[in-house]
Structures are given as C-alpha cells and as structure tokens.
C-alpha cells in the first residue's frame, strides 16, 4: 500500500518563503515521476509542478514559474517544493501525488497515489 505524507505548510505573509516536503513509501520511489498540486477553496485541482523520476526534468505550471522549485531527494524517498515569493493567490491545500501513470505530469488524473494534504495560507 502507498502512503504519501506532506508537511511544511502553514501561515506566511506576502512576499515569505515556505518549503513543503513530501515523504512516500510503498512503492520504489526513485521508479517513479511526482508532482505537487493544490486546491483553494471552490476551485478544482491544479498541478503546479512535476518532476521525473531521476529530477534531471521539471515542469511547472505558469502561475507558479520562478517562484517555486521542485526537488527531489530519492536516497531519502523524499519530494520537496520550496516557494519564494508567495502571494495571497497561492492560498490553497497543497498535495503531494505519486505513481502516475505515465512520466511527470501536470494532470491530476494522471496520479494514483496522494497525500493527505498540507495548508499553505499566504497574508497580505
């Protein structure tokens, strides 16, 4: 059974820095593309970042470029998204998804195995 936890969220103000990390066992964590999604309250999903499996591609959504990082650490079996720059728009719950189906992607659909969720909430 995959497990995917996230941690490192909480309350910034405009302008701060958060980094988020993301733990996964079950699977063989270096086999695998990940990505980082968020939800705001009454929006659907959005994929913001993806990373393969070996971390040498990235992708990331535009609202986000430049301004977030996507990582990854596959000795440790860890993911990482580290957000510069935060603005009150990147308030949302952050998730962290595993096993797509295919390599990186931006489609949440696209993933089988997801976290829990941590807040992220961005003053102004």
């Known amino acids: 059974q995959v497990e995917v936890v996230e941690s490192g969220g909480g309350l910034v103000q405009a302008g701060g820095s958060l980094r988020l990390s993301c733990t996964v066992s079950?699977?063989?964590?270096?086999?695998?593309?990940m990505g980082w999604f968020r939800q705001a309250p009454g929006k659907e999903r959005e994929g913001i970042s993806t990373?393969?499996?070996?971390?040498?591609?990235?992708y990331y959504a535009d609202v986000v470029e430049g301004r977030f990082t996507i990582s990854r650490d596959n000795a440790k079996r860890e993911l990482y998204l580290q957000m510069n720059n935060l603005k009150p728009e990147d308030t949302a719950v952050y998730y962290c998804?595993?096993?797509?189906?295919?390599?990186?992607?931006?489609?949440?659909?696209?993933?089988?195995?997801w976290g829990q969720g941590t807040q992220v909430t961005v003053s102004s």
């Open positions: 998804a595993a096993d797509p189906v295919l390599g990186p992607s931006l489609r949440p659909d696209d993933y089988r195995s």
């Open positions: 079950g699977l063989t964590f270096d086999d695998h593309a």
């Open positions: 990373i393969s499996w070996s971390g040498g591609s990235t």
